[in-house]
C-alpha cells in the first residue's frame, strides 16, 4: 500500500489565510451591498483581519525557525504578507464607512467589493 506524502505545514497555514480572507471578502460584500443597514457587521471585520494577522504571524515564526522550507522563504514570507494586506484594506474600508457617517453606498463600491471577491477566490 502506498504511503500518503503528508501537506506540508506551510502549504497548509498558506490553504487556511486563503480561507480567512475569502470569508472576509464575502463579509465586505455584506457590509457595502447593505451599509448602513450592515453597520453592526462591522466588528466581524475586525475578527476576521486578526485571525489573518494571527496566521501570518504564524507562518512568520514557523520560518524564522524552520531549517527547510517546501520553496523560497521570501516567496511565502512575501505570499502571506500580500494576502494579509488584502485583508486590512477591506477592513480599513470598512472602518472608513462608520468614521466618515457613509450614509449610503454607491453601486460602484459594490461592483468593487465584488470584484474583490472574485478575486480572492481564485487565491483559494
Not at 84 to 107: C, K, Q, S, W, Y
Amino acid at each position: 500500500m502506498p504511503r500518503m506524502k503528508k501537506e506540508d505545514i506551510y502549504y497548509t497555514l498558506l490553504k487556511q489565510l486563503a480561507a480567512v480572507l475569502v470569508d472576509a471578502a464575502e463579509e465586505y460584500v455584506t457590509i457595502m451591498s447593505g451599509f448602513p443597514e450592515t453597520f453592526t457587521r462591522l466588528p466581524r471585520m475586525k475578527m476576521l483581519e486578526t485571525q489573518a494577522d494571527e496566521t501570518v504571524r504564524d507562518i512568520m515564526t514557523r520560518l524564522y525557525t524552520s531549517f527547510i522550507t517546501p520553496f523560497d522563504r521570501e516567496d511565502i514570507s512575501e505570499l502571506a504578507l500580500a494576502m494579509d494586506d488584502v485583508v486590512d484594506h477591506m477592513e480599513a474600508v470598512t472602518i472608513r464607512l462608520d468614521l466618515f457617517n457613509v450614509g449610503g453606498m454607491r453601486p460602484e463600491a459594490v461592483e468593487l467589493a465584488e470584484l474583490t471577491l472574485a478575486a480572492v477566490r481564485e487565491v483559494l
